[in-house]
């Protein structure tokens, strides 16, 4: 395993997307007493991750850590570590998925977060595109079920018994992070996966930024103006915090 890159009060895990891939499919079909999580850090986690011991803790038991977005890929370099490719959950999920197909082989998936209907929306996209990955069951939360006992026993219950090898589940961070981190001494699927509006990606209820968009690093450009008044606010935070996070981290490596 390579060894990771400490950096932001994040350990990241330098891999490429087809070693996460296959880190992944590994991960899932290994079951053990508590449920393995990946999560993918962005700018907007790092400024959240900042004094935030819950979502630090849910981090550090996480699996993999696998860098989401341009932005942290730079500035890991400007530390002088080198992170081949970055791995954002809305990819990693697709590639997971077109390798189980094109291997023939089978994957059972249980789709957690997004809103009604959304899930099995993408359920549907997934079944006609990737054969051998099964959707065995979707579940959308209902607002502010992270606090109810009974409802998260509920949607424990309900990933058990459906009995995936892969948990996708699309939270938001660091509700997504946070929910994994405190059930997965229950849960029994594989691995689960934190990644955000990645359903609503599979659904096609959100759309990806073009190719060329993702490839110079301007995907934040697109979902900003997708959703101006959510991301908006975000994105300037992040644009003044973050520079200030890296340049922290240079002076303290001096
Ligand atoms: N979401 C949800 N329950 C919640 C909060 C969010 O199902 O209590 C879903 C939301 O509908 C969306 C996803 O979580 O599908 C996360 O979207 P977001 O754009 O925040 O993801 P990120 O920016 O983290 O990729």
């Known amino acids: 395993m390579t060894s990771r890159i400490k950096a932001f009060s994040v350990e990241?895990?330098?891999?490429?997307?087809?070693?996460?891939?296959?880190?992944?499919?590994?991960?899932?079909?290994?079951?053990?007493?508590?449920?393995?999580?990946?999560?993918?850090p962005n700018v907007d986690h790092i400024l959240c991750l900042q004094g935030n011991e819950s979502f630090q803790c849910a981090y550090a038991n996480a699996a993999l850590v696998l860098t989401d977005g341009k932005p942290v890929r730079l500035a890991l370099l400007m530390l002088g570590y080198t992170i081949e490719e970055t791995v954002p959950g809305s990819d990693l999920v697709p590639a997971i998925f077109s390798k189980v197909s094109d291997k023939q082989s089978s994957l059972?998936?249980?789709?957690?977060?997004?809103?009604?209907?959304?899930?099995?929306?993408?359920?549907?996209?997934?079944h006609q595109r990737w054969k051998g990955v099964d959707v065995v069951g979707t579940y959308s939360p209902p607002l502010g079920f992270e606090f109810e006992s009974s409802e998260n026993h509920k949607i424990v219950e309900m990933v058990n018994s459906a009995n995936p090898d892969v948990l996708v589940v699309s939270l938001g961070a660091p509700k997504q992070e946070l929910w994994v981190y405190n059930h997965a001494n229950e849960l029994h699927a594989g691995v689960g996966l934190c990644v955000g509006a990645t359903i609503d990606f599979l659904a096609g209820e959100r759309m990806r930024a073009p190719v060329w968009m993702?490839?110079?690093?301007?995907?934040?450009?697109?979902?900003?103006?997708?959703?101006?008044?959510?991301?908006?606010?975000?994105?300037?935070?992040?644009?003044?915090f973050?520079?200030?996070?890296?340049?922290?981290?240079?002076?303290?490596m001096r």
Do not use: N
């Open 242 to 252: 973050f520079p200030i996070i890296v340049l922290r981290q240079l002076v303290s």
């Open 12 to 40: 990241f895990d330098p891999l490429t997307m087809s070693q996460a891939v296959d880190k992944c499919l590994a991960l899932a079909s290994r079951r053990g007493s508590s449920m393995q999580y990946v999560v993918t």
């Open 108 to 126: 059972s998936v249980f789709l957690l977060g997004a809103a009604p209907g959304v899930a099995e929306r993408a359920a549907t996209a997934i």
């Open 214 to 240: 993702r490839s110079v690093g301007l995907e934040w450009l697109h979902r900003m103006l997708s959703q101006p008044k959510r991301l908006v606010p975000r994105y300037v935070k992040g644009a003044i």
